[in-house]
Each structure stands twice: as C-alpha cells, then as structure tokens.
DNA sequence: TGCATCATCCAAAGCGCTTTGGTAAATTTG
DNA sequence: CAAATTTACCAAAGCGCTTTGGATGATGCA
C-alpha cells in the first residue's frame, strides 16, 4: 500500500477535545460577583485597559480560563459598535453558476489574517444582481466592518458604491477606468503577461495564441495589454483570431485550443490565464496527437492554487506564478488597518509575478529544426 | 475573437447601485419617532406580530423602504439571543496547508440556502490543532447558531464533542466508529466504488488500481470497502500495490498512477477519488505512451465542482457523480431546521450517485482482442 | 345599558457587554 | 503635613433592538 503522507494519528490530532467543559455559560454580572469584583473591573482586566492592577489583572484572567468564561460577542459588538467581521460577497448568476476558483484560497489567505485579529470572516452567496443591496445591507445593518471586492471589472460601479457607502473595502485587483483612490491589491497582470510573451517570441514563436479571461474582469484586460505591447515591441500584430476570453473552465480551454490549433494559421505557443483552462489547453494539443513543449508550447498565469499545484522536479507548466492566497493575506492587511484607521490613506499593494520555467515550453518548430541541424 | 459566453452589459449588472442612498442611518426610535408611532409597534410591523393593524403594518413597511430603514443586526441578535450565523471551520496544517478543493462549492450550496433565512455564513480560518477550541469559543461566545462539519474522520471526536457543547451542528459526510445519532448528509460512497468497480469488471478487467484519498477520512474509508466487496464477489483479491491513499492532489495522481503502471503487474483500470487525481492519472498514462480509455480506463468520482466540470457531449471520465454543491444545500436545509426546532429528531440523508460513461473507459487489453477477433 | 372581549398600541425592562463619570484610598509633592 | 495627584475600583448609563405587561378605546353580547 502506497502512502502518500504520514498521517499524525487520531488521537494526538484531537487530544484537545478531552479537555472538561464548564457546564453553564456565565456572563459577566455571574462572573465578576464570583470574583467580588464589579463588571466594570473585570471587562477592564480582560480588555487590556490601565486602570486595573496587575495583580487584579492576573487573578481576573485566571478565573476566567478556569471557568471558561468568555465575553458574549453578540453583546459586545453591540457595547463597542463594532461588527468584528469582514464581509465577502460571492455573487452566482443562474447562467455560468461557476464559483471562482482561486476564491477558496484567496478566503484561506485573507481567513489567516484576519483570525490573528479577532475578525469573522462572514461570507454572503447572493444571486449576482443582488450584489449592490447586499453591500448596503451589510453596511446599514452594521453586519461588517468592512468588505473585500472580488473580480474587478474595467469600470466597477461597486468601487463608487463603496466610496458612498462610507465602509472601509479593499479591492483585490483593480478597475482601470476608476480614477478614484482607493485600497487595492493586484498582480501586475500586464507586466507579467508582457515577460510571458517575450519568453515565448525569445523561442521563436511568432504566433501566440492568447486564452484569457472574460474581457470585461480587469486583469483579463491587462493581460491582453501585456501580450499586445510584447508583440508591438517586436514588429507584431495582434491577430483576432489569436485571442480568444471565457469563463476560466477545463472545457473552455480544450475547445478554444482545438479551434486556434486547427486553423489554417495555427499558434505555435499559448498563453492562458490559469492552470484550469491549461489543463483543457492539454487535452486538446494530445487530442490533435501534437506534443505540449515541443509542437506547441503553453505558458499559464499560476495562482498557485493548493489543490493544483503547479510544482514538481520541473513543473508541468512554464508560469508567471503569483500566489492568490498571498494576495488574500494582503488584502486582510490593508482592510485591518483601513477599519482601526478610518483617516489612514489608501494602500495599494502591486504584486510582481515570477516566470518560472516548466516542461510546456521549448523553441517554436521552426527554430528547433534549425537548432537540430546547426 | 472568440467569445465563450455572451456577457451582460455593466449598465444592466449594476443598475441597482444608482439607487439613492438614504444619507444617515437612523435607528428604531428616530425612525418610530418619524412614524410617530412606538418602537414597540414598528418592531412588531416589522417582524410580522399579529397586534398591528394592516394599515400600520403597510404605513412602516413603506417608509421603511423608502428611508432605507434596517435593524441594526447587533442589537437584533443580542436581543434574540440568536447569532443568525452557521460556522464553518476550515482548518489548515502548517505541513500540507491544502484547501479542499470541494470547500468553495459546498460551501456556495450552503450559502446559498442561508440567504433564504437570513443566515450568515461566518468562516474560520485556523490551525488544524485549534479547530476544537474554535468550536468551542464560537459555541460561548455566541458568534453561530449551530456548526457544519467538515470531512470526518473515521472516528471523529468533533461529533462527541459538538453534542456535549449543545451547538446544534450537522456533518458533511459520516463517521463510521461513532455509533451515536447525529444529523449528516453523506454520499452512498461504498455503493459507488462498488458499482464503479463492478463496471469494470464487466469490461474485463482483472486487476483494477484505487487511488483513494487519505485512509483516516470516512469516505475513503467506504470507497475503499466498496471496492473491495466488488472484488471479493467475483473471487478477486486485495493486492497492496494496486491501492494507493493520499491527498488528492494532481501530483499525487501522476505519482502514484506512473508508479503502478510502470509495476511488474500493472493494472488495466484505475478508480481514482477526485477529478484532480485524475487529471494527474491521465498526465501519467501519457506520459507513459498509453491511451486512457483502451490501454488503461479510469473511473473517477466526481463532485461536479463548478469550475471544473467533467462533462461536454461525452464526458471526459466515465464517473460516479455527485454534487457538492447538493450536498451543500442539504446540509444548510438540516441544519437550519435543526436550529429551528432543537427537539427535532436527528436527520440523515443518503445521496446516490450516479454512474456516467464518458470518454476514460473502454473494454479491458485483453478482452479486446477477443472482441476485435470475434 | 353594562360588562367582557378584542384589536391596537405603548412604556419600560431586559439582552450582556463597554464606557463615562465618579469615589475612596494610597501616593506624591511643595 | 496638607494639598494635589495617582491608583484602583465601582455605579449607572448607554448600545439598538425585542418582548413583557399593561392601557385604551372599539366591539360584541346579554
């Protein structure tokens, strides 16, 4: 029998279950007269302010782990006026019901952060026309203390929203045709999609296929700017017929490759905005009986998503790799400090990718023969 | 250019934030205080009590829209002593700090029903040795109404633990060493990888691989035995070197498939747990010069996961489907009714899954030929 | 017509904290 | 040593709702 990892046993992994219960949940009236302090006192000690000796401070904290007693948030937020959440929104439409892929590690980064700080991560699933009431809803009920918007567009109408809304938001990625300053932090999809396209012209390839997003999400934009401004800068043009933009599916990057690949003018290299539609990128070139990094080579953007990584002696794909889940620890970061800093200016955090080298890529055909025969 | 989907225009997708907001927020009493009525009898027009007359009732309902009037959530939940919020935990080990990859589907299932009743989804990101002590804060502090479970063990001691914690909670899955009742929403894993097994078997193949998940999870666990009653029925036996368990990474599934093929007694057909694995398995009968679906057939299981769906006119894998995202509503419909009505007897639901023949099997090398010379 | 009933509404008391505005004792200061 | 601080605590007033326990006038019934 093969194992893949040890696993650490049962019983060690849970030990912490074993620990006693305090039977009834007290409040802070039952907690301080058991101390013979008053309330005033005892949320004093355990709130960290000054005007409590150390050694009340210290009995006070002892008790209060002994007999499990700790502050009901409920009433708490209502005391301070403070929500001790963030808010994410993830909008599904009924068509393309499709969650993005990169949310679940972008939630475990930023989910990361934010327990260090005492923040509910609190997530709505609303149908995507529902969006705007659910950040007003959010905001008027004082659910949260601020949001992270997900997948920009060109021209997001939610970053005005927002602005208007008065609550603190932080933007993971950004909206070109927004003037307004406001926290954000983004790949620097352009530059990245620029390297991108000069390895691959470097190789030789002078036609590149580009599989990207949809057009009207903001990163899809900026990568096809990166892409446009690498051929440009060699004396290329932009052919339509080698730019295709979609939902980011398995199956939507096997049909458009099969189609770019059995043109009359086929790519000898593509580039793809993720490791899913790469993987369907694949499927198609073996389909074809083409071999991926020496017929055709593929560079994919790689989230660096924890389910399907993009790693291994050599990995499978050539990348500029920019891990999302970083980015969600990032933006965790800045909304922290936006909320505890009303007055505080906004942060922008542009994140480099990195061009890591894998087995997809190799030199277009027609340099390879000349490389064989030299 | 080639577009995958008809997109909608922006003016149309985010109409709704050009409504005017209301300048302040104001609270129940400035707002009763407008109507010139009690906050007693607003709050009751509100939440729909009978002792408000129908006019009243309309007359609230009506300025209350049209001052963007809502209840401030905190004080609404210290006052019903409700959290209005279902927690998730998802724990992350510093070792393989994975995410499963069917999280952000179910969890968009769940969600999904929450919003129907005003639930909340809060999430916790925490290190896998403090899930316990999680559950336990957000069970004294109040923050949830009741807990979903994820990825049981085969004797999980969150269950115990939950009951004695009295939060009412409901398990994604079953855990087969815990003998007491609780409410679940598991699929017929056994009976799928006894019917998936069974499939190829009628194909004709002999020896058959499973790439299962990590042993210590209850579902491997049941795919395992259902694997095994397939194989013990036609006379076969339990070879080791065709059983592999792991985290079902791509990696894991290109390891672990070059591994057994590449095995003195190689098998003809691998079921692997996850579409993940699986594409990984595929990567490795490629890479060896094989074709999947006639020198070597696979069978995955498939949760139907948005982003990669295993479909198209014939599927890619012949499969064993069941949605996660099912799964998902399932479970948030239990649990919410389980809050609802803390006398309710527990409730279980078994979801079948269902057996779709796609592109990844064929009928076994050796019947073939047989076949071919027939 | 007189009394019980019902339909509507309201005042005030929570929910369990935090925080303001104290007080009394201990300590420092001139 | 008296006055001015400082230290260490507390009582009570919120936070913005819900909910209990009336109150008032309209209606029903004999």
Redesign the interface.
Known sequence: ?????T?SP?AL??S??E?A??DT?MNLKEFSAHLGLSPTTVSRALNGYPEVSEATRKRVAEAAEKL?Y??????K??AT?R?M?IGHI?P?SK???????V???F??G???R??ESGY???????R??????SY??L?????VDGVVIHGP?V?D??I??LQ??GLPYVVHGRASDVTADYNWVDVNNRRAFFRATNFLLDLGHQRIGLLNG???MDFANRRQGGYRDALKARGLGFD?AL??????????G???TK?MLSGSNPPTALLVASI?PA?GA??AI?DLGLVMGQDVSVVIHDDDL????N??DVP?FTATRSSVRDAGRHCAEILIRAIADPARQVQNILLEAELTVGQSTGPAPSLREILNHG
């Open positions: 029998m093969i194992n893949a990892l696993k049962q992994l849970y912490k279950f620990i219960l305090a949940d499990g700790l502050p009901n948030s409920r009433a937020r209502l006026g929500a959440a993830l599904l068509e393309h019901e499709m969650v993005n892929p949310f679940s590690d939630i475990a930023a989910g990361e934010y327990s509910d991560l609190s997530l709505s699933v609303v995507d026309e529902d969006e705007a009431d007003r809803t905001a008027s009920r004082g659910n567009k021209d109408a939610r005005a929203f208007d809304l949809q057009l009207d339509d730019v295709a933009s979609g939902e980011m599916t398995e199956t939507y096997f049909a458009t189609a899913i993987i694949r499927r073996h924890s389910y399907f990584r790693d291994g499978i």
